[in-house]
């Protein structure tokens, strides 16, 4: 997970330094990333069990410079020190959150379902509010978008270490394709919350 975000880190400043020339002097760029990132995403997520471990693992890489690539859009809209701020108040919540859902006893099983609904509820509000433009909305809505992410870390970190003690037999390719898809998971969580989070740190330039 460290990795990918490592590569979309890269990515995303060596894109930003450019001046995005590429993303600007290519109209339809923009679209040719989501449908590669989407694209990626659903190989490793569907077609884990039938890919090596090796092209999963590609795969991921692939999937988080690609993603970097969209994230530099976010330095030519927010201030450096904003992004800054955002990427740190991340880090600290996402460490936290993730070392409780790996110590706690308590079972959160129970608020997968429930913190899917509200990841869905949040998705449809947004998709709203693009037409409404409603800024106490777009505020609501961030801040439940950092709820639900802080409670998805922490279900995210239990789950993957069930499943890895519940793994410990497996053969390596098996523990290989595992591993990739927690990290996926988990990386996800961490861009989820440092979207929501640059929301409402972000200072537009």
């Known amino acids: 997970m460290f990795a990918g975000l490592g590569v979309s880190g890269a990515v995303a400043w060596s894109v930003a330094r450019s001046g995005g020339s590429f993303l600007r002097s290519n109209p339809n760029s923009a679209i040719l990333l989501i449908v590669l990132t989407f694209g990626l995403v659903f190989v490793l997520s569907a077609a884990i069990h039938k890919i090596s471990a090796t092209a999963a693992t590609l795969c991921f890489i692939a999937y988080a410079a690609l993603n970097g690539a969209m994230l530099s859009t976010l330095l030519f809209v927010y201030s450096t020190g904003s992004v800054v701020r955002a ?15 790996y110590v ?18 949040v998705i449809v509000a947004s998709f709203v ?33 069930r499943f890895a003690s519940g793994a410990a037999s497996a053969d390596g390719e098996v523990a290989e394709k595992a591993a990739i898809l ?11 919350l440092f979207l929501y989070l640059l929301r409402f740190f972000g200072n537009r330039k």
């Open 87 to 101: 990427f740190c108040a991340t880090a600290v919540m996402f460490g936290a959150t993730g070392i409780y859902g």
């Open 104 to 121: 706690t006893r308590r079972d959160l099983s129970s608020l997968g379902s429930l913190l899917f609904m509200g990841l869905v509820g």
């Open 129 to 161: 509010n693009f037409f409404l433009r409603s800024g106490a909305l777009d505020w609501m809505l961030s801040f439940l978008g950092v709820v639900i992410f802080v409670g998805l870390t922490a279900f995210d970190m239990q789950k993957i270490k």
């Open 182 to 192: 927690g990290a996926l998971t988990l990386y996800l969580d961490f861009i989820n």
